[in-house]
């Protein structure tokens, strides 16, 4: 790394050396252009982060985060739910959970399935829907009322 640091350093110098020679104006300017390319990739490669962003990733704001997942664990949690719902259609105990289920908000269905049917703890589902570990647990309890309340009656 330093190496690289070293050669960007030294292309920056004869880039400013040779801005000083040449008296055109339009080829000052492409070499103006590359010296600030040259500067840009040294604040990167010296810092670490993006030149010009005012935080790095790890304080942005939670919809700007990109959350890397285990792509096998979401394509096996989607095989699973397709399975599922093929099954319902010929098991009449299944259909009569999916009327009870569909009480239940999008959000609430896919973290109830998720910690109910996968057993995923709160903070993996809180990740893979992009929310808060406690809005993970208020809608499991919101759904476990609205369940109860529809068993109920």
């Known amino acids: 790394m330093d190496e690289l640091i070293q050669r960007y350093i030294e292309t920056q110098r004869t880039l400013r050396a040779l801005r000083t020679l040449n008296t055109d104006e339009w080829e000052r300017g492409i070499i103006g252009g590359m010296i600030s390319d040259c500067e840009f990739a040294l604040e ?47 098991n009449t105990g299944m259909l009569q959970l999916q009327e009870i289920m569909d009480v239940l908000s999008n959000q609430e ?13 709160h903070t993996e589902i809180a990740r893979y829907l992009g929310l808060s570990r406690g809005n993970v647990s208020t809608l499991l309890q919101r759904a476990r009322k609205k369940l109860a309340k529809k068993i109920a009656e």
């Open 44 to 90: 990167w490669l010296r810092t670490g982060r993006r030149p010009g962003n005012r935080r790095g990733i790890e304080r942005r704001a939670r919809y700007q985060r990109e959350e890397i997942m285990d792509p096998f664990r979401l394509q096996m949690y989607m095989v699973t739910r397709q399975t599922d719902r093929s099954m319902m259609d010929s």
């Open 109 to 121: 269905r896919e973290c109830f399935e998720m910690a109910y049917g996968e057993c995923m703890p």
